[in-house]
């Protein structure tokens, strides 16, 4: 068998933290994948399981060095979410000064306020969760004369 990383002292701890953790989550999963790993081979392993052997390496590497909590998936943000309720309540205050808003313009007062950098999509999620719709006109037929839709709207009535 070829030198690797993943050896029976490597497999024992991941054993011993798996009973620790009783048997679910993400952590026992990849815990799992590197007791495989060394039980059939990282090859079979990342082809059953359906992940690349790199990732089942750079699991049993965080495991070597830094313990079984280091297999936790990070936060992609130190403190939780990127908006702060703070944030979408000067959301809630620019669309109570100006209903005609636009997503874009959010996008770029919370960039040049808070230097916080979100996607149009985040906008619009943040606009929604405010309470406030995100409304489009309809688009006008070229062919489609103007004054009919007028005349229509005064005979409705």
């Known amino acids: 068998m070829p030198k690797t990383i993943i050896n029976k002292n490597l497999s024992d701890k991941a054993k011993l933290a798996l009973l620790n953790l009783k048997q679910n989550g993400v952590i026992a999963n990849r815990l799992r994948a590197i007791i495989s790993a060394h039980k059939h081979g990282v090859n079979k392993v990342s082809d059953v399981l359906d992940i690349d052997r790199t990732s ?12 079984f909590d280091s297999l936790k998936n990070s936060a992609k943000h130190k ?12 959301i809630k205050k620019w669309i109570t000064n100006n209903p005609n808003i636009t997503r874009q ?3 770029q007062k919370l960039k040049d ?18 309470g406030f719709s995100y409304i489009t006109p309809r688009q006008n037929h070229y062919k489609q004369d103007k004054d009919d839709g007028v005349k229509f709207k005064k005979n409705s009535n």
């Open 56 to 67: 089942i390496f750079r699991w049993a590497k965080r495991l070597d060095n830094k313990g």
């Open 105 to 107: 313009e959010v996008v």
């Open 79 to 90: 403190d939780g979410i990127k908006l702060k309720i703070y944030h979408k309540e000067n």
């Open 113 to 130: 306020e808070f230097d916080l950098k979100i996607s149009i999509s985040t906008a619009r999620r943040a606009m929604k969760s405010c």
